[in-house]
């Protein structure tokens, strides 16, 4: 990672303003998110304790602040209250056991994929998909805070979906809470303004400030709802009790977290090493992060990431180090030590206000205009908004997962083979329906798959090459360049051989060109004799085009130059 210079003297004060600036977000999110996971707050505050320490010790971004986020708040309740059994809300025991199996199971699946270096994990979800999620998810819980914020209490019946919950809030105008919306609404605007000073801790103050507000006589008469007791944090050792049949379970729905963990994390991650010319181990993130994550299913704690808003926090605030983390962790131990008490008088219109306030970045429609301006991958993100809007939030992330799979299968499984001709006289063959001047030879056709062949792509590509060659009149050779293949499966090797026998019936030659060394490997001991033969297989274009019209293949230095040609 690239080093910073700080003065002589000062290196450590921008990392402790940046700290406290961290701690008075987490403490506010903390108190927040705790809500989201329908847990109680210790539970939260252990989480950013952990992941906190955890970090400042092991992990590679300077910037990054691992702690409990929104997003997998709602998602791991969502997926312990989708277990069978007692795990309702009705049995907090039962209940916070399964939240705990989640956060276990995640942090050892990333530990897992982190020993089989899969750090790529996060490409497994399109970005189209992952802004379309977040931006539903935001809505979602957004929404899920308006009773809070306006005073209502719901009646048993109302659904706690958002279309529900907001047709409810906006038709119940006349039982608004009066007190409860013009406190709300003060928080809020007071928070707006605050944010114009990037470092000054505008949930935290707002918070204190209504806390204070509580103190004045004749707050009571108000009926203002407030968040009531706090417990502090135990960090109590110990496994989850769960039957091996919903330990098994469990597994199932940890898979969804361990991809929403990393996929947020890593993009908060990467995009402030991008800012700050700094570079990340993908697999090295992953493996902190889990065990980030192990430690807080082992001492009751909440699912933790390294969330947008506090990495981006602590960059605007000016941190140069992990050493801000370690500030932030000092400051909140603190606040728990100290203040944790005077939780329990904050107003719960103030607590949603803050929750929208974190989340009010990831409401903008500006990521979700871009992409739609791009004419590219639309439909997925309009199915990915909706499907956490209708399905929620659990089902509507392993909907958004099967997307961005389904999306790679079918562009890649609908292939392009463009075919190829020689540019003048310069050895280069390029797209003859693009490139000006660019001829096909008699005899001779040239196709290039525009994607890499693998068991989805294939046979759509060799029948593809079939059927361009039925077509062409005195064909006497097929040249394939399988530049865009870096490897190949075993329904690729078999569709290759099954193309070369065809055209072999056909009176035709197959050659294969800019074959790579894995593939050439792979080809040589498959089928020696046949595709994998060094007659068969060239590493240009022009190499095989050399042998197809003159019958003899380049001297090396010539075909060693070709690489870069064809």
Not at 52 to 71: D, E, H, K, M, N
Not at 178 to 188: F, K, M, T, Y
Not at 487 to 495: E, P, R
Request: proline share 5%; glycine share 8%.
């Amino acid at each position: 990672m690239r080093e910073v210079v700080i003065p002589e003297g000062k290196s450590l004060w921008p990392d402790i303003v940046a700290g406290l600036c961290v701690a008075g977000l987490l403490l506010p999110e903390a108190v927040a998110y705790a809500g989201l996971a329908h847990l109680p707050i210790g539970h939260a505050l252990t989480a950013v304790v952990l992941g906190l320490a955890l970090y400042a010790l092991f992990g590679g971004s300077r910037f990054a602040i691992v702690a409990p986020t929104s997003s997998t708040a709602v998602l791991a309740a969502a997926a312990a209250l989708s277990m069978t059994g007692a795990y309702s809300l009705a049995n907090a025991a039962a209940y916070t056991q399964a939240v705990m199996a989640l956060v276990l199971l995640s942090g050892l699946l990333l530990m897992l994929l982190a020993a089989a270096r899969q750090g790529q994990l996060s490409s497994y979800i399109s970005r189209p998909v992952l802004k379309g999620f977040a931006f539903a998810l935001a809505l979602s819980i957004v929404v899920k805070q308006l009773p809070d914020a306006l005073g209502l209490e719901l009646p048993a019946a109302i659904h706690s979906d958002p279309p529900h919950l907001l047709y409810f809030a906006l038709t119940q105008l006349q039982v608004w809470h009066l007190p409860s919306v013009l406190l709300a609404l003060a928080a809020g605007g007071l928070m707006a303004w605050l944010r114009r000073w990037p470092r000054v801790p505008a949930s935290l103050l707002v918070m204190l400030l209504s806390i204070a507000l509580t103190l004045v006589p004749g707050w009571p008469a108000l009926a203002v709802q407030q968040v009531g007791a706090v417990a502090a944090p135990t960090f109590a050792m110990g496994l989850p009790q769960l039957p091996l049949s919903d330990w098994l379970r469990a597994g199932e729905l940890a898979f969804g977290l361990v991809m929403l963990v990393f996929a947020e994390s890593w993009g908060s991650m990467r995009t402030q090493a991008m800012l700050h010319g700094d570079t990340l181990d993908a697999n090295r993130e992953l493996l902190v992060l889990g065990a980030c994550n192990v430690a807080a299913g082992l001492l009751q704690g909440m699912v933790v990431g390294a969330g947008f808003s506090a990495t981006s926090a602590n960059a605007a605030a000016g941190a140069v180090s992990r050493k801000a983390g370690a500030i932030a962790l000092l400051a909140v131990l603190l606040a728990v030590l100290l203040a944790l008490p005077a939780l329990q008088l904050l107003p719960r219109p103030v607590l949603a206000v803050a929750v929208i306030s974190a989340l009010w970045h990831a409401l903008s429609v500006r990521p979700l205009i871009a992409v739609w301006r791009m004419q590219r991958d639309r439909w997925l993100l309009v199915t990915a908004v909706l499907a956490v809007l209708l399905l929620g939030v659990l089902d509507g992330m392993l909907a958004a997962i099967g997307l961005s799979v389904l999306g790679a299968l079918h562009r890649f499984s609908q292939p392009v083979v463009h075919e190829l001709g020689e540019l003048g006289d310069s050895r280069n063959y390029v797209d003859v329906q693009v490139q000006q001047g660019a001829h096909a030879q008699a005899g001779l056709l040239i196709l290039r798959p525009e994607e890499p062949l693998f068991f989805g792509s294939a046979e759509r590509v060799m029948g593809e090459v079939l059927r361009l060659a039925h077509g062409r009149a005195g064909l006497h050779t097929v040249v394939l360049s399988l530049e865009e293949s870096a490897d190949l499966d075993s329904t690729a090797v078999d569709c290759l051989m099954e193309l070369r026998h065809s055209l072999q019936a056909a009176g035709k030659t197959l050659l294969l060109a800019r074959v790579k060394t894995t593939v050439r490997e792979l080809l040589s001991r498959v089928d020696p004799q046949g595709l994998g033969h060094d007659a068969q297989l060239f590493w240009s274009v022009a190499d095989a085009v050399a042998v197809a019209t003159c019958g003899q293949a380049p001297a090396t230095g010539e075909a060693g130059n070709n690489l870069q040609l064809a």
